[in-house]
Structures are given as structure tokens and as C-alpha cells.
């Protein structure tokens, strides 16, 4: 609680809202993502973590 509050995480809390939503907005407009096409956690994380793995490549082929 205490790292929470002091100056450094309000500053890292404050900057994680915007990194993060331009991610998730990337992803579901530009990859057109919008449901998983599996069922269970196990296949939901495999899922998730291919679609992380293209946008990761897709900025590393940008760049």
C-alpha cells in the first residue's frame, strides 16, 4: 500500500491506464478481435497468448 501511494506508483498507475487501452483497442479494431472462438481457461489463455504473440510481432515488423 505504501508503493501504491507514494509519488513513483501514482505516476506508474496514472500511465499503466493509457498503455493498456491502447492495446486492447489495437487488437479488437484493427485485428478485428472480438470473441474467443475457444471455451475453458486453459484454451482461453493459449488463445489469448497467440493473439498477444501477433500484435508483439506486428509492432516488431513495424519498427
Known sequence: ?????????ITHRKRRCWDVEAVFGN??????FKRF????????TTEMGLIAM???LKKFSIA
Open 1 to 9: 500500500k505504501r508503493l501504491l501511494l507514494s509519488e513513483k506508483g
Open 27 to 32: 487488437i479488437k479494431q484493427n485485428m478485428g
Open 37 to 44: 472462438m475457444l471455451r475453458g481457461m486453459d484454451k482461453i
Open 54 to 56: 501477433a500484435h508483439n
